[in-house]
């Protein structure tokens, strides 16, 4: 086990940024890091504090959350998806003018290639374990030493003891650390301070917000002024140099979807295609009854499933999408937008609503299995890295024009369809990951030579 001890300052300020850092990762999910990464956030934002959060791997949920807590965007950082350079990049910009950054890590501390732990070690970023105790006491400290001294090139600065019932609980749990390891809170349940959550995991900000500013508030008095409230020593960031990127969509108007029904979108995504030249108009497919006036279209991911009816109902949002695609203009669809280019839609309730059917094939929603994962998607255009996650399954589809490769095992991924100018997967892109494939897609996709009709025997996708 490592614990950290203040970095001292690099002889080159010009290439190094220094900030205080925390890394907040757990033995397994479900411990409690985003209740206590956001109410951390907003302790510190009350005080007059610039904290950034980033969220470790896909996730585009949590820093909705995160978001709203610290007043600052949240950016999704991976190794693999986004890459060292990028991440590196992020955390220098990020500590040049934040008084604290914050990382909410993913799964258990070691799960995943990469995983929490490699990126908390890769930039040099102390750990504080959130553990969820309840149910143990002596049996907490030795999990949290043997997590620390797995491996010894993650820094660890304490352990926070999430639904400790008491004081007593806490003293056990400090008097078995034995002084080799700090802990750093001892938090008592609290359901109100909890944040809600749908089947997909938490839910979306937009749709909570009052709920969440008294739950940030009870979480910071929660919090206590423990230990974990301190500023942690400051970590130096190393400057990564990155050429912007070609001005390949400079007059090219791509159309956003983004509503309750779409909203899994990455900020590094949009303001990529801004980078490049693009000009963004975001319209709302439940609720505008045009499309905007655009070169090309991009539905993302989010919740088609709890709003079909509507979706179903916004007759002249379905026509316009439905003459765009017969003009073979670029749309790029992912997931919930894959779906809802489907001729078909069953919701959780079993009902079939009509999507817009410029794909052929029905997506039916299957309750709490689910697939994830990440893959890259392998496209005409070149490879995009990218991540799968979903509840739902498609039928009756085209003949796919490729698969996802997945990181770690060698069974096809994800389908990948091309039509016309459409191109719709399970799959959501991470942008950054090949700008000029990207740029490629929303101006002119590559036709394939492979047939595009539908198989004769029934397919099930995810």
Known sequence: MTLITPQPASASEATVAHCPALFLAAPASGQGKTTITSALARYHRDLGRNVRVFKMGPDYLDPQILEQASGQPVTQLDLWMAGAAYCRHQFYLAAQTADLILVEGAMGLFDGEPSSADLASTFGIPVALVMDVKGMAQTAAAVALGLANFRDDVEFYGLVANNCGTERHAQLIRDALDGRMPLLANLARDP????????????????????????????????????????????????????????????????????????????????????????????????????????????????????????????????????????????????????????????????????????????????????QGMQAAMLPEGEVRAHAHHRSRSQNTPAPIAHGKRQRHPAPGESIYRQQGLTASYLHLFFPSNPEAVARLFSKPITPGASNQPTSQKQTQG
């Open 192 to 371: 109100q301070v909890s944040l809600p959550e749908r089947h997909l995991g938490l839910v979306q900000a937009h749709e909570v917000r009052e709920e969440l500013e008294q739950r940030f508030n009870l979480g910071k008095a929660w919090l206590g002024e423990q230990a974990i409230c301190n500023l942690p020593p400051a970590v130096a960031f190393v400057n990564q140099d990155i050429a912007p990127p070609e001005r390949l969509l400079a007059g090219t108007k791509i159309g956003i979807a983004r509503d309750a029904a779409f909203s899994f979108i990455y900020s590094a995504n949009t303001h990529l295609l801004e980078a490049m030249g693009a000009q963004l108009s975001y319209f709302s497919p439940i609720n505008d009854t045009h499309l905007p006036a655009v070169d090309a279209l991009w539905f993302a991911g989010g919740y088609p499933e709890l709003h079909a009816k509507k979706l179903s109902e916004n007759s002249s949002m379905l026509k316009d999408i439905r003459a765009f695609n017969a003009q073979s203009k670029p749309i790029l669809a992912e997931c919930g937008g894959f779906l809802y280019c489907l001729e078909g839609l069953t919701d959780l309730d079993e009902v079939t609503h009509t999507m817009v059917g410029i794909l052929e094939g029905q997506g039916t929603m299957r309750g709490k299995r689910g697939c």
